[in-house]
């Protein structure tokens, strides 16, 4: 149905004649004042304005949408300006996809909120600025007429070589996805006709060990071996080298101090040179060029001679064979030149690094001193002094890299001091409970963390999005371990949408937040799933629909094939679950026989390819468990136990009360939600008729269908789909349950 309140010319004339009875009242208001008012001007009352008139053209409303990205436009007629507006489509409030351009006001949907493929209802309210509300709502018509189509995504879509990168499709057909291609890029392909991942859609790894722009495609094929391609670029960025070992032995001691430089570097591509400055100049003392630019790891040393007193900072620069550099100056390769007397030290300590809490065990080299101070986060303040004794021991509760100072003093009051690297790693833990809470049990997941160190941290909920939903625990310092519990609401209190959801501990080290997310430790491996099937050998669709019954131990992704028995589900005829994210629990679907695209299967199609088992049906499904940190929320609606009062239903049958018979359709909601009813003609699978229901209560429903389709007609007898789904106040959409029909005259 193609619907607008008011069509162009009559908003014009409309906005014409309201603006001319506003300036001929104007105008008489001004002559009255003129000629019977008082002659002080100030004291005569200003004219009212005019009544504030809105107006809104829905541009290409009567054109069928078939694009879930369409862009929808407005023009808006006002005498006074709009302030406030909100947008809503099918009654969920979508403002933020919308913009405000002077009388232009523009939807534009976005990959993760498109337009809804079953109806498509726009409301419009507009406030202007003297606080006039109007109120317009436009109905659109909607064919997603999308044969198939294939898409992905990166994780994560820019890196250092050498990245992971995992690849998950995310793909629409009206046929089963029989088969999953992957290119990367590199010159490495995935597309073997047999892997599991390939077969069934799961997500991919991928490493790219050199830096480059690598276009990866995924081409997927359905069941009549139809093509369609996507490709996304992934950069991979050179890495600069990274410093393994850097010091400088002794550090100290009185002229001439001859002191030994080391270093050793690790890089992906291979580094060409190590570059020296020993005294601080700026100027470069040693280059130190590799012949074999191809090795990956290398290292350098140099004896540096100083013949002046004072203190020194050598800085060295690494260059890989791209020109990526890594230059370090750090307190390890700092050098203190005292004159005559002045005594040398030398630091050690035991271990240099670990995990928090760290006791390390601190020693200084054997001399006759008269003070050892030791500064144990080298932040210039010597946190210990003894006058016997340079070992000590320290304990580290907060992670990073410290740069340990010790400074000692002689009878003659001349010091010297050397530097110590201490590198003290974060241990986190986090643990769920459950995987699973179901909402009207009022169930909530328990979250533990264990943090070794001490660090400003904040826990949170995200969705699959890596959108936050809540935030559990506010931003402070913590370590140890803490817990805190999680009831499925979001930062408002409201009830989220079902669905997978992950715990996230975000927290500080150092300048840097850091998030420690076990999606990022997922290992994706597809279990095959034991189903049951309720039908035994004889399977009759107009009668009851197949039910194919699982129970799952733990929260995962799921996928669900049926195709003809022999062929080890490698070729579909329908596609039940596609990576379809699923808490723990009992399951069971319900087949009609149909195929994807809403036409009956047919078995005789495979009778050539697979001759003694082409006349049964087999199922095939695979389940991949959700990352440890994953909480899968039971919220969403759902429909179950489909079924008609008739296997065969004669529309212009007249029943006992004299008037023509309606088909009864009964199924199962298991909360409240607004329903679609949908009928495809199973030979050409071509939708007939489309009807929504605004709001049905949680239960049993009965719904009535007339055997008309959209245009008031009588359908043609024959074999047709009937399907139900719901779409709850969440905005969660329920599977589709299907049911075969016969109709008859």
């Not at 193609?2 to 104007?26: G, H, P, V």
Request: net charge negative; with cysteine; hydrophobic share 35%.
């Amino acid at each position: 149905m193609k619907t607008a309140n008011i069509d162009e010319e009559y908003r014009n004339f409309k906005f014409f004649q309201n603006s001319l009875k506003s300036i001929l009242m104007f105008s008489v208001l001004l002559l009255f004042s003129a000629g019977c008012g008082s002659d002080d001007k100030d004291e005569n009352p200003p004219p009212p304005p005019p009544k504030s008139e809105i107006s809104i053209l829905a541009q290409d409303l009567n054109v069928t949408i078939t694009d879930p990205l369409t862009k929808l436009s407005y023009e808006i007629t006002s005498v006074y300006d709009i302030k406030i507006f909100q947008v809503k489509i099918n009654n969920i409030d979508r403002t933020e996809l919308a913009t405000l351009n002077e009388d232009i006001l523009e939807i534009q949907p976005t990959p993760n909120a498109m337009l809804p493929s079953d109806y498509l209802i726009t409301t419009l309210i507009l406030k202007d600025d003297q606080n006039y509300s109007y109120t317009e709502k436009f109905t659109y018509d909607v064919d997603f007429n999308v044969s198939i189509a294939a898409s992905f995504t990166a994780d994560p879509q820019t890196g250092y070589a050498p990245t992971t990168v995992t690849f998950s499709p995310k793909v629409s057909a009206e046929e089963s996805i029989q088969l999953y291609h992957w290119d990367f890029g590199d010159g490495t392909k995935n597309d073997s006709n047999t892997s599991r991942e390939n077969l069934i859609g799961s997500p991919v790894k991928h490493t790219y060990r050199e830096a480059g722009e690598y276009t990866a495609v995924l081409t997927i094929y359905d069941s009549k071996y139809q093509p369609a391609s996507s490709e996304l670029i992934v950069r991979i960025i050179n890495r600069p080298p990274v410093v393994t070992s850097l010091e400088v032995s002794p550090s100290n001691g009185a002229l001439p101090l001859k002191s030994r430089f080391s270093a050793s570097a690790k890089d992906n591509e291979g580094i060409r040179e190590f570059l020296w400055d020993f005294n601080s100049d700026g100027q470069i003392d040693f280059n130190d060029s590799k012949a074999d630019v191809n090795n990956k790891w290398a290292s350098s040393s140099y004896d540096y001679t100083y013949n002046t007193v004072g203190s020194y900072q050598a800085t060295l620069t690494i260059i890989d064979i791209y020109g990526e550099r890594t230059t370090a100056a750090v307190p390890t390769i700092s050098v203190l030149v005292g004159s005559t007397g002045t005594p040398s030290v030398t630091a050690s300590a035991y271990p240099t690094s670990g995990k928090a809490p760290l006791t390390v065990s601190f020693k200084s080299s054997y001399g006759s001193f008269a003070k050892w101070e030791w500064d144990f986060d080298g932040d210039g303040v010597y946190d210990h002094s003894s006058t016997t004794t340079g070992s000590i021991d320290h304990n580290y509760t907060v992670a990073g890299t410290y740069f340990a100072k010790l400074q000692v003093t002689g009878s003659d009051g001349l010091a010297s001091s050397d530097n110590i690297q201490i590198t003290v790693d974060q241990d986190i833990t986090l643990t769920r409970d459950t995987d699973t809470i179901e909402i009207k049990k009022a169930e909530a997941a328990t979250l533990g963390v264990t943090m070794a160190a001490k660090a400003e941290c904040s826990l949170v909920i995200e969705n699959s999005r890596y959108e936050p939903i809540i935030t559990l625990l506010e931003q402070q310092e913590r370590s140890g371990t803490f817990s805190v519990s999680w009831d499925g609401t979001d930062n408002q209190g409201s009830i989220v949408p079902g669905g997978d959801y992950y715990a996230v501990l975000l927290y500080q080290e150092g300048d840097t937040q850091k998030r420690f997310d076990l999606r990022d430790e997922r290992d994706n491996r597809d279990v095959p799933i034991e189903t049951n099937i309720d039908a035994g050998d004889v399977f009759a669709p107009y009668l009851a629909p197949l039910a194919i019954e699982f129970n799952l131990t733990e929260a995962s992704e799921v996928s669900l094939d049926i195709g003809p028995d022999g062929s080890s589900v490698t070729e579909r005829i329908k596609t039940m679950l596609q990576n379809q994210p699923l808490g723990k629990g009992f399951y069971r679907f319900e087949w009609a026989g149909d195929a994807n695209d809403g036409t009956l299967a047919d078995l005789s199609l495979y009778r050539d390819k697979y001759p003694n088992d082409a006349d049964y049906y087999m199922t095939g499904g695979f389940k991949n468990r959700l990352a440890d940190n994953a909480i899968f929320v039971k919220s969403g609606v759902s429909v179950t136990n489909l079924s008609t009062d008739a296997p065969v239903y004669v529309p212009n049958a007249i029943g006992d009360d004299g008037k023509r018979k309606k088909l009864g359709i009964s199924f199962e909601l298991s909360s409240a939600a607004a329903v679609t009813l949908s009928i495809n003609d199973a030979k050409t699978g071509a939708v007939v008729m489309a009807k929504q229901i605004s709001s049905l209560s949680a239960g049993s429903q009965l719904v009535h269908w007339d055997g008309k389709n959209e245009k008031g007609k009588y359908i043609a007898p024959g074999v047709y789909r009937l399907g139900i789904k719901a779409k709850d106040s969440l905005g969660y959409t329920s599977l589709t349950q299907y049911a075969l029909q016969r109709i008859f005259y």
